[in-house]
C-alpha cells in the first residue's frame, strides 16, 4: 500500500517524462536552438565542469605543493634546531620534538592527499620513488638525531658530529626538494591537459559564442583569457601575476584561488631560492673553513688511508697535499708508535670499542724533515653513503707548548727574584690586588692571603707627611710609568723603605688593564744614605755636629740676629797637650779622652748653644743669642773650671786644660768664616800665654796672625835659597873628656833680620808641614858634613841629627836614609838618629820595625827627651837603641836622673845629659854613672870649623 507521498513522486515524474517527450518529439526553431543551446550549455557545462575540476585539482595539488614546501622548511628548522641542541641550546633540545611530530604529520598529510591526487600511484613512479626516498631519509635521520634527544647525550659534541648533522639534514632537505619538484612537476602536465581542454571547449562552444555573442565573450571568453594569461605569466617564472574578473560567480572564485595558489606558489617559490641560497653559503662556509683552517685535516678510510686532506698539512707537517693522499697514516707517525696505532685502529674497526678519548688528545706526530712535533689530535668518525670515514684534526703544538714554557720559566723567574712585583686590577674599584710574588711577602713581612684582594695603600706608610704619596697619585691620574721612594710597616711594625716602580699594562682596546708595581727593598740604602747625611754633618767619634753643620748653624744664627739686633759669640778650643797624650797613650785612648772632653763641653752650654768637633783636639762653641758680651765670658770660664777637673779613663787620671779664643759678631767678623778664623787667632795667643786660659779677639792678635803668616812666607823662600845652616854643639865623653861628637842644629841665617832662633820658626813649620822639607835639608846637609870630615881627614866623632815625628812616620823613610848612606858613603855611626820618646811611643810596634831598618843601614839610634812623655818603660828593650837623652828639664832633678841612668845600666844603653851648664852638675852626673854630657858647661852650638877647632883642644880622643 503506498503512501500519498510516495503517490505524489510518481505523479512528478509522470509528468516530467511527458513534458520531455513532448519536447523532443515536436522538432523546432526553438526546439533546435533550445537544443543547440541545451547542446552548447551542456557541452559548456561539461567543459566547465571540467575545467573547474581540473582547476579544483591545480588547487588541490597546489595545496599538496604548498603542503611539501612547508615540509622542506620543517626540514630546515628541524637541522637548525638540531644544531643548536649540540651546541647545548636547552630551547632547541625542548623544541625539537614538537618540529619533528609537524614533519611526521605533514609527511602522513602529504601523503595522504597525494594517494587521494593519484600523486604516488604505480602509474607515477617518480613521484612513488620520491616520497619513498624522503620517508627513508626521514626515518635515517630520525635515527641519527635520536641521541641529542636522549637523556645520557653528552654536553659536548665535535665539529665532525656536527657536520654529520648537517650532511644529514641536507640529504633530507634534498629529498623533500625532490618531493616538491615531482609534484611540481604534476601540476606543470594538468596544466598542460587544461591548456588542451581550453581550445577544445572554445571550438565546441563556437555555436554557442555565435548565438550568444556578446555574452559568451564576457562571460567565458575574457575571464579565460585572462586566466590564461595568468598561467603563461606564472609558466614564465613571473609569480607576481594577479587575474581580476569583477564577479563573484565561479570565474570570480576561480580567480580568488587561483590568486591564492599564486602567492602560495610565489611564497614556496622564494623559500625555495633562500633555501638553495643557505644551502650555497653553508657549503660556502665549510669549504672556506676547510681550506682556510690552521689545523691540519686529515680524512683516512678504514684501511688507514689518507683520501682527503687540508692546505694546512703542508705548514704542520711539510707534506703537500698532493704528497699525502694514498697514502698510509704512519707516514706523520713516529715509528714507535705505528704499530700500537695500527692495532688499535683494527681494534675499532673490529669492535666499534673505544680504548681512549678522540676528543684533544696530545701526541707527537713525525714531520716531513724526520723531526718530531708536539700536537692536538681531535679525531672523529663517520659514515657517508655507508662507508666509514676517519677524520682528523691536527694542531701543532710546538709554539703554544714553547709559550708555555716560556710563561713557565717567567713565573719562576717572578716568583724567584729578590724584587718584590705585585699585579693590582685597574677595572676594578679600590684596584685590588690580584697577584704578589714570595719576594713582596719577604719585603713586607705579610702573608699572600692577608694582602690579595686589598688596595695597595696597605703597604704604604700614612698618608700624611709621606712625601712620596703625591707623586704615586700622579702615576695613577697621568696613566703613566713611574719610580718613587715610599716608606712603609711590615707586618710586625717595623719601618721599612722600598722603591716602586709603577707601570700601566694595557689590553687590546688601548685601556688600562692593569698596573705592574716593582718593590725594591731600599732600607739598608737609605739607612746608609741618613748615615751619610748624619756622618756629612756630625762627628763619627763624639756625636757632635761637625764643621759643615756648624757654619750652617752659625750663617743662620748671623741672619737672625741681623733682624733682631743681637750678638753671634763663637769660642774655640784646643786641648792642651792632647798631642803628648794620643802619641805617648795611642790613639784609642785619644779617642776616648776626646768623647770625655765633649761631654764635659756640653754640660757647659746654654739651651739653643751649639759645641761642635772642628777637628783634632779642636772644638767649637756657637752662642747664638747673647744677651751682651759677658755671656761669651762667663761661658769660657765655665768651660775652663770643667776641664780643669781630672778625667777617669781606666783608672788613669789625666788633665787636660784647654786654650780657648772667642770672637763675636759682628764686632769681629761678618761672616761665619771671620768669625772662626778670628777665634782661632785668639786661642793660639792664649796657647801662646800659658795655655789654660781664654783670649778674646783682637786687633793685636791680628797683628800677631799676620806676622805668623809672614813668617811661612819666609820659611818658604829660605829654603829655596838655602839660608839654612848647621851649628854643631859638641858632646864629651865624662870620663876621658874627649869630644865624641857633636849635635848637629839649625840656625836660619835670615838676609835682613840675621840670626832666627828655631824657637820662633820650628813651630811655625810643624804647623805649616814645612817640617818634612827642613828635615830632609838637615839630613843631606849632616851628610855631606860627615863626607868633607872624612875627605879632609878631621876626626870628631858622630853627629846627631833630630827627626820630627812626620818624618819619622813616613813610609819612605828608610829607603831615603840608605839613598843618603851610598850617595854619602857613610859608615856605621857616622850619623846618629834622635828621635822624641813620644814619637816612638805613638805606635812601637810600627817604630820598632823603623828603628831596626836604621839600625841596619848603620845609624845609632837615641832617645830624645827620655823622660818628658807617657812611655811605658819596659817597652825600650823592644827598641834597638843605643843611647838616651835626659832632657835638660830632668838634670837637676837628681832622683830621675838616677833612674834614667840606672834603666839605663839595666839594658847596657849610654846616656847624655843635656843642657848641662855647670861643673856641679857634671861632677853629679859623672857619680851616677852617665856617660856624656852636652851643654853651654862646655860649649854653645858652634858652626863646623869653630867646632872642630873646639875639639881639637880637647886632648884627642877615639872619634867614634
Not at 606543470?188 to 559564442?209: T, Y
Not at 752659625?554 to 802619641?583: C, M, P, S, W, Y
Not at 787620671?653 to 761665619?672: F, K
Not at 845609624?859 to 827627651?865: E, H, R, S
Amino acid at each position: 500500500m503506498t503512501t500519498p507521498e510516495q503517490r505524489s513522486d510518481k505523479n512528478w515524474s509522470a509528468r516530467l517524462r511527458s513534458a520531455i517527450g513532448t519536447f523532443v518529439s515536436h522538432p523546432s526553431l526553438a526546439r533546435d536552438a533550445a537544443v543547440s543551446a541545451i547542446l552548447i550549455i551542456g557541452i559548456g557545462v561539461a567543459g566547465l565542469f571540467y575545467s573547474i575540476e581540473q582547476l579544483n585539482r591545480q588547487s588541490a595539488l597546489a595545496e599538496v605543493v604548498n603542503a611539501s614546501g612547508r615540509l622542506r622548511m620543517l626540514s630546515q628548522q628541524i637541522a637548525y634546531a638540531t644544531h643548536r641542541t649540540a651546541d647545548n641550546d636547552g630551547a632547541a633540545r625542548h623544541a625539537l620534538p614538537a618540529l619533528k611530530e609537524r614533519f611526521r604529520s605533514g609527511l602522513a598529510d602529504i601523503e595522504a592527499r597525494g594517494h587521494a591526487l593519484g600523486l604516488f600511484e604505480s602509474d607515477d613512479p617518480a613521484g612513488r620513488d620520491a616520497l619513498a626516498h624522503l620517508q627513508t631519509e626521514w626515518a635515517h635521520y630520525q635515527q641519527v638525531t635520536g641521541r641529542f634527544l636522549g637523556e645520557t647525550s653528552s654536553n659536548a659534541y665535535t665539529r665532525e658530529e656536527v657536520h654529520g648533522l648537517a650532511a644529514e639534514a641536507e640529504k633530507m632537505l634534498d629529498a623533500a626538494d625532490a618531493v616538491v619538484q615531482t609534484e611540481l612537476a604534476t601540476s606543470a602536465r594538468e596544466k598542460e591537459k587544461l591548456h588542451a581542454l581550453i581550445p577544445a571547449v572554445f571550438s565546441l562552444g563556437i555555436v554557442a559564442i555565435l548565438l550568444l555573442g556578446l555574452y559568451n565573450y564576457f562571460l567565458i571568453r575574457r575571464p579565460l583569457n585572462k586566466i590564461g594569461t595568468l598561467f603563461e605569466r606564472i609558466a614564465a617564472g613571473d609569480y607576481t601575476a594577479r587575474v581580476e574578473v569583477g564577479r563573484r560567480d565561479e570565474f570570480g572564485q576561480l580567480a580568488e584561488r587561483l590568486n591564492r595558489n599564486v602567492s602560495t606558489v610565489a611564497a614556496l617559490h622564494a623559500e625555495q631560492l633562500r633555501a638553495e641560497q643557505a644551502i650555497r653559503e653553508s657549503e660556502l662556509r665549510n669549504r672556506t673553513l676547510w681550506e682556510v683552517s690552521t689545523d691540519a685535516i686529515v680524512m683516512i678510510d678504514v684501511h688507514n688511508t689518507i683520501r682527503f686532506t687540508n692546505p694546512a698539512v703542508l705548514q704542520v707537517f711539510g707534506y703537500t697535499q698532493e704528497e699525502l693522499l694514498g697514502q698510509a697514516l704512519s707516514l706523520i707517525q713516529p715509528p714507535r708508535f705505528q704499530q700500537q696505532h695500527r692495532e688499535q685502529f683494527d681494534r675499532y674497526i673490529q669492535t666499534r670499542e673505544r680504548r681512549l678519548d678522540w676528543s684533544r688528545v696530545e701526541l707527537t706526530a713525525r714531520h716531513k724533515s724526520g723531526q718530531e712535533i708536539p700536537v692536538e689530535l681531535s679525531f672523529a668518525h663517520m659514515v657517508l653513503n655507508g662507508q666509514s670515514w676517519f677524520v682528523g684534526f691536527f694542531r701543532d703544538m710546538t709554539q703554544r707548548n714553547a709559550a708555555i714554557e716560556s710563561l713557565q720559566i717567567r713565573k719562576r723567574a717572578i716568583d724567584s727574584t729578590g724584587e718584590g712585583i705585585m699585579i693590582t686590577d685597574a677595572q676594578k674599584d679600590e684596584y685590588p690586588i690580584i697577584y704578589i710574588n714570595p719576594a713582596l711577602e719577604r719585603i713586607t713581612g705579610r702573608p699572600a692571603d692577608s694582602i690579595l684582594g686589598r688596595n695597595g695603600r696597605l703597604l704604604s706608610g700614612p698618608a700624611q707627611g709621606e712625601p712620596g704619596l703625591p707623586a704615586l697619585g700622579l702615576v695613577f691620574v697621568d696613566e703613566r710609568d713611574g719610580t718613587i721612594e715610599l716608606q712603609g710597616r711590615r707586618g710586625d711594625g717595623e719601618p721599612y723603605w722600598i722603591e716602586l716602580s709603577v707601570a700601566p699594562v694595557h689590553n687590546a682596546s688601548g685601556e688600562i688593564s692593569h698596573y705592574v708595581s716593582i718593590f725594591k727593598d731600599i732600607t739598608e740604602r737609605k739607612q746608609y744614605e741618613m748615615e751619610l747625611v748624619r756622618s756629612a754633618t756630625y762627628d763619627a767619634l763624639t756625636g757632635l755636629p761637625n764643621r759643615l753643620l756648624l757654619q750652617d748653624r752659625l750663617q743662620q744664627a748671623i741672619t737672625n740676629n741681623e733682624r733682631h739686633k743681637r750678638e753671634v759669640g763663637v769660642l774655640f778650643i784646643d786641648l792642651d797637650n792632647f798631642k803628648t797624650v794620643n802619641d805617648s797613650l795611642g790613639h784609642h785612648f785619644g779617642d776616648r779622652l776626646l768623647k770625655a772632653a765633649s761631654a764635659k763641653l756640653g754640660t757647659c752650654l746654654r739651651d739653643g748653644d751649639t759645641v761642635a768637633r772642628w777637628g783634632g783636639d779642636e772644638f767649637v762653641v756657637l752662642l747664638p743669642e747673647m744677651a751682651s758680651r759677658e755671656d761669651i765670658r762667663i761661658v769660657a770660664e765655665r768651660i775652663l773650671d770643667q776641664l780643669h777637673e781630672p778625667i777617669f779613663i781606666d783608672d788613669r787620671e789625666i788633665y787636660c786644660t784647654a786654650s780657648i779664643g772667642g770672637s763675636i759678631h759682628p764686632s769681629d767678623g761678618a761672616t761665619p768664616e771671620e768669625l772662626l778664623k778670628h777665634a782661632d787667632a785668639a786661642m793660639y795667643q792664649a796657647k801662646e800665654h800659658g795655655k789654660n786660659k781664654y783670649h778674646l779677639y783682637s786687633r793685636s792678635i791680628q797683628a800677631s796672625i799676620d806676622r805668623r803668616l809672614a813668617l811661612e812666607v819666609q820659611l818658604r823662600k829660605a829654603l829655596q835659597n838655602e839660608e839654612f845652616l848647621l851649628h854643631f854643639q859638641p858632646k864629651v865623653d865624662i870620663g876621658s873628656g874627649r869630644v865624641v861628637g857633636a849635635e848637629a842644629l839649625i840656625r836660619w841665617q835670615h838676609p835682613e833680620h840675621g840670626m832666627v832662633s828655631p824657637a820662633l820658626f820650628i813651630p811655625v813649620a810643624e804647623e805649616t808641614g814645612l817640617i818634612l822639607e827642613i828635615d830632609k835639608w838637615v839630613i843631606r846637609a849632616a851628610c855631606r858634613e860627615v863626607e868633607r870630615r872624612r875627605t879632609l881627614g878631621i876626626a870628631c866623632g858622630s853627629i846627631a841629627i833630630n827627626l820630627s815625628a812626620r818624618q819619622f812616620s813616613r813610609s819612605t823613610l828608610c829607603a831615603d836614609m840608605a839613598e843618603m848612606v851610598k850617595r854619602y858613603r857613610l859608615q856605621p855611626g857616622d850619623i846618629e838618629i834622635e828621635i822624641t820618646e813620644s814619637t816612638v811611643m805613638g805606635n812601637p810596634a810600627k817604630a820598632a820595625e823603623i828603628l831596626q831598618g836604621l839600625r841596619a843601614l848603620g845609624f845609632t839610634l837615641a832617645i830624645d827627651d827620655f823622660g818628658t812623655g807617657y812611655s811605658n818603660l819596659a817597652s825600650l828593650k823592644n827598641f834597638p837603641i843605643h843611647t838616651l837623652k835626659i832632657d835638660k828639664s830632668f838634670v837637676q832633678d837628681p832622683a830621675m836622673v838616677r833612674a834614667i841612668i840606672q834603666l839605663a845600666i839595666s839594658y847596657r844603653l849610654k846616656t847624655v845629659a843635656e843642657g848641662v851648664e855647670d861643673q856641679e852638675t857634671v861632677a853629679m852626673l859623672a857619680t851616677m854613672g852617665c856617660d856624656i854630657i852636652q851643654g853651654f858647661v862646655y860649649s854653645k852650638p858652634l858652626p863646623l870649623d869653630q867646632f872642630i877647632d873646639f875639639a881639637h883642644r880637647f886632648p884627642p880622643g877615639d872619634a867614634r
